[in-house]
Nanobody
Framework: QVQLVESGGDLVHPGGSLRLSCAAS????????MSWYRQASGKEREFVAS????????SYADSVKGRFTISRDNAQNTVSLQMNSLKPEDTALYYC?????????WGQGTQVTVSS
């Protein structure tokens, strides 16, 4: 079955950088778009970024545009999120997502905390 495992979350100061990774298995990775979402405490889960199958197209939430970069490695079955110029409002649990059938598949999330 589809398995998504996120890593890379940490505590970082405002203005700092982090790189999140998501290792995928159980499906033909290169055939499916991948996305990152996040959920802050007490808030709804929100879209962060997505990438098409062969990385020809990317999309970002306005709140992260110009600071975050999504990428994928179809040989390694991984999708990454490079996060620069982090702000306290970026604090959230970050999830990797894909859809290979009628339902979304999600990882367990990795915590990013931006605080001085």
């Amino acid at each position: 079955q589809v398995q998504l495992v996120e890593s890379g979350g940490d505590l970082v100061h405002p203005g700092g950088s982090l790189r999140l990774s998501c290792a995928a298995s159980g499906f033909i990775f290169r055939n499916y778009p991948m996305s990152w979402y996040r959920q802050a405490s007490g808030k709804e889960r929100e879209f962060v970024a997505s990438i098409s199958t062969f990385a020809g197209y990317t999309s970002y939430a306005d709140s992260v545009k110009g600071r975050f970069t999504i990428s994928r490695d179809n040989a390694q079955n991984t999708v990454s999120l490079q996060m620069n110029s982090l702000k306290p409002e970026d604090t959230a649990l970050y999830y990797c997502q894909t859809r290979t059938g009628p339902f979304d598949s999600w990882g367990q999330g990795t915590q990013v905390t931006v605080s001085s």
